[in-house]
């Protein structure tokens, strides 16, 4: 048999079901958030484990100029080594037919005989090479799927300077190269980059390698330090002209894509505690106001004999039945924009397959976080209510003390109609609940803000590194440190117009017990083309002498311009060099060092070398000029800056589309359920007052007028706050998510600021047309008998 208090519930919700609607719509959006941020980043993370897990993912690298293959039992011999896999890497160039733009690319040897120990291939279309097959290649998924390769096509490749053509059998991903960019890049490329894996034999013969390997993969023991393991590898192979052995978390591929997955560990704490604290706010205001309008119906509960403990259980329970239908539509919500996302990153990140799962973890918090909300909103009402004797809260509030307006005492009032004094009065007499709502309406124009920082952020990353701090038109590297007489020659190619050399070491940066690898970079002391910046984007000149450090590589090691750093050269002679901090740049990809190239090329003490150049050249010839230099031997790869300025914004437009659109749509909601409830409730609240001034001849237009008035001026009031909370919001998301790789600017233009306003009054005029619909059907009579 259903209970009294049970029917009253029933009959409550049915009164307050565009309010209950609406706050269970605010509420979904909190727990959607939730939702979809905890399983995207935790499928994310059980997908790469299982990857890593099933295709062999080494733990240890190294490279070397030239070893021979009889090496590799030496190294298996190191105590804590469990697998050793010699290999022949080379960078090259690939020609795609109608694609003007240059295909920058690893060749990467397979065994002779078998699949890889390390590092196996998932093979999505076709097979692995024949043993002895020279002319037979798996070509990487993302580039394959970027142009259209499958198994049977050929493909032309430029590997150390001779041209040779490759059937592809396969179409392959790597856990080695999940993250599919290359060296240097700050973001994964799929048209203009690529991986081949050929036979061994074949890449022998091109480079030259008979019996030898450059790049050397290993598998330790589970429990042993990475980096005893990594001094015995480098002291095998420092003869051979090692550059250093390195461990996962400086692997290139591994590195990125931590990273970004550390990203979205912070969006999914970060992101969703602030949509969450914004509801439990909202929420909290609002049914604190709902059900303090009823406290004469708590009053005759109590009068009749119910408990206090039953009364608060008939109000927890009406709240719970709303919190309960937003968090289960949230957690729906939120498990299929989940999937959505989590596919969307797959594609990014080319994992081969994806395990997502929704753990009752988060569903179990996204429930428990919804539930606390209400609950604390509707006990503050009902205790407060309850403290009240029945005889005395079921009498209606005392009427308000009259008093002039401010503006009235200052004898303003003769510029005010007497609505817009009306008006004024309400918010005059009640100051601390029109604060409440301000604020309340504030956070949900912050959340709009919030889902457009990203663009914004990315947009004004663009222009700093690819215009301000850039300005060559080709970047050209090469096979090795080559003599700086190379340079006549590029400047002699028709279309140039001007060239300026670079060097770029591998180095290990220390300072007391930090360390960070990295590359200087050596500069010409008067460059144009390539120019470090400070925070103001101002050009740095380079110190005659010491290093420029990335501020935030300064920040990582812990020293100050003056102090000194160890600087372990990784190649060449591997010298150590003490070098003086000559101060700091500011910059948002990476976190480099940077010297005079005459300068580091003193310290080295191996002559004057250079790594590669940037090039100026006619826009009309440029592509004549990418041709000359794909037929030089000692040139590893080349690129236009403008190319890499696409590829980047390619590779980031669908994230940052699926970021917005979730974050605009999930704020709209909250925004439309604040303000909506925030006029309804005024509605319940000022219904006598305005069903009164219907009866004294005021027009329906002016009674709305008094009601919505009230309202837009709130609004109007809550949009500036909103605007400082949204980039409060925002710079702490940034703060958070920064890291050596990519530091995102807090910068923000007109149009995210129109959109978050426009989008509050948006929601601010739909609500006032329903509430206003509800104004001219008043049932006078029925308000005015009501607590008389």
Not at 45 to 65: C, G, I, P, Q, S
Not at 605 to 625: F, I, M
Not at 662 to 690: D, M, P
């Amino acid at each position: 048999m259903v209970s009294a208090l049970a029917r009253k519930a029933l009959r409550d919700l049915g009164r307050l079901r565009s309010q209950a609607i609406a706050i269970a719509l605010v509420v979904a959006s909190g727990v959607a958030t939730l939702v979809m941020s905890q399983s995207t980043w935790r499928s994310l993370e059980l997908t790469r484990a299982r990857f890593y897990a099933d295709y062999a993912f080494a733990d240890m690298w190294a490279a070397v100029k030239r070893a021979p293959e009889t090496l590799a039992a030496r190294l298996a011999a190191i105590d804590g080594v469990q697998a050793v896999e010699t290999r022949l890497v080379a960078p090259a160039t690939l020609r795609v037919p109608g694609f003007a733009d240059p295909v920058r690319a690893v060749v990467q040897s397979l065994p002779v005989a078998g699949a890889p120990v390390l590092d196996r291939l998932y093979l999505r279309r076709g097979r692995l090479p024949a043993p002895n097959a020279r002319d037979e290649a798996v070509l990487s998924d993302a580039f394959a799927d970027a142009h259209r390769y499958r198994p049977g096509d050929r493909i032309q490749a430029i590997v150390h300077g001779r041209s040779q053509w490759f059937r592809v059998v396969g179409v392959a991903s790597s856990p080695e190269y999940v993250y599919q960019i290359r060296p240097g890049s700050a973001f994964p490329d799929f048209k203009r980059f690529a991986i081949l894996w050929t036979s061994r034999r074949g890449l022998e013969a091109a480079l030259d390698m008979d019996g030898a390997f450059n790049t050397v993969a290993l598998r330790l023991r589970p429990g042993v330090p990475a980096a005893a393991v990594a001094q015995r590898v480098d002291a095998l192979l420092a003869r051979y002209g090692g550059i250093g052995a390195y461990a996962r978390d400086e692997q290139l591929s591994h590195r990125y894509l931590e990273s970004e997955l550390r990203q979205l560990a912070v969006m999914a704490l970060l992101f969703p505690a602030i949509f969450l604290g914004v509801s439990a706010f909202l929420l909290n205001v609002v049914l604190t106001r709902l059900v303090g309008a009823q406290r004469g119906q708590v009053a005759v509960l109590k009068a009749v004999g119910y408990t206090d403990v039953d009364v608060a259980r008939h109000y927890l329970g009406i709240v719970a039945l709303i919190a309960a239908g937003g968090a289960l539509l949230g957690v729906a919500g939120g498990a299929w924009l989940g999937h959505w996302m989590a596919g969307v990153y797959r594609d990014f990140f080319r994992f081969p397959f994806l395990d997502y799962r929704v753990g009752a973890d988060v569903v179990a918090s996204g429930l428990g976080v919804s539930l606390g909300a209400t609950f604390a909103g509707t006990l503050q009402a009902v205790f407060g209510a309850m403290r009240l004797p029945p005889a005395e809260a079921m009498r209606p509030p005392a009427p308000e003390r009259y008093r002039a307006l401010l503006a009235e005492r200052l004898g303003l009032q003769r510029w005010f109609a007497p609505t817009t004094r009306m008006i004024l009065r309400q918010l005059e007499r009640h100051p601390f609940k029109a604060l409440l709502t301000v604020v309340g309406l504030a956070l949900g124009c912050s959340i709009m803000m919030v889902g457009r920082f990203q663009n914004d952020a990315i947009d004004y990353l663009t222009q700093v590194e690819f215009y301000v701090g850039q300005h060559y038109d080709i970047a050209v590297d090469f096979t090795e440190p080559t003599a700086r007489a190379a340079l006549f020659e590029l400047g002699a190619l028709p279309g140039v117009t001007a060239v300026e050399p670079y060097r770029a070491v591998g180095v290990r940066l220390r300072h007391r017990a930090r360390s960070y690898r990295t590359a200087i970079e050596g500069l010409p002391a008067n460059g144009r083309l390539r120019t470090p910046m400070d925070v103001a984007l101002r050009p740095v000149a380079l110190p005659p002498d010491g290093l420029l450090l990335d501020a935030y590589l300064a920040r990582m090691l812990g020293v100050r311009v003056g102090d000194v750093v160890d600087v372990d050269v990784l190649e060449g002679r591997r010298r150590t060099l003490l070098l003086r901090v000559a101060g700091t740049v500011d910059e948002y990809l990476g976190a480099r060092a940077y010297m005079r190239l005459d300068t580091l090329d003193r310290a080295l003490g191996d002559g004057a070398l250079v790594s590669g150049a940037w090039l100026g050249a006619e826009p009309a010839r440029q592509g004549a000029v990418m041709d000359a230099l794909e037929r030089r031997p000692r040139v590893a790869g080349m690129g236009e800056r403008m190319a890499s300025l696409r590829s980047f914004l390619d590779t980031m437009a669908e994230s940052i589309l699926v970021f917005t659109l979730v974050t605009l749509l999930l704020g709209g909601l909250i925004n439309f359920g604040v303000v909506y409830n925030t006029a309804r409730i005024a509605l319940s609240e000022r219904s006598r007052e305005l069903a009164t001034m219907r009866v004294l001849g005021f027009t329906e237009r002016e009674v709305g007028a008094v009601l919505l008035g009230e309202l837009g001026l709130l609004v109007l009031a809550a949009v500036p706050l909103g605007f400082a909370a949204g980039a409060l919001l925002c710079w702490g998301m940034a703060t958070a998510m920064q890291s050596d790789l990519m530091r995102i600017p807090v910068h923000f233009t007109s149009g995210t600021y129109a959109i978050a306003a426009l989008a509050t009054l948006a929601a601010a005029a739909l609500s006032a047309a329903a509430v206003y619909r509800r104004v001219a059907r008043l049932d006078l009579l029925a308000v005015l008998k009501a607590q008389e």
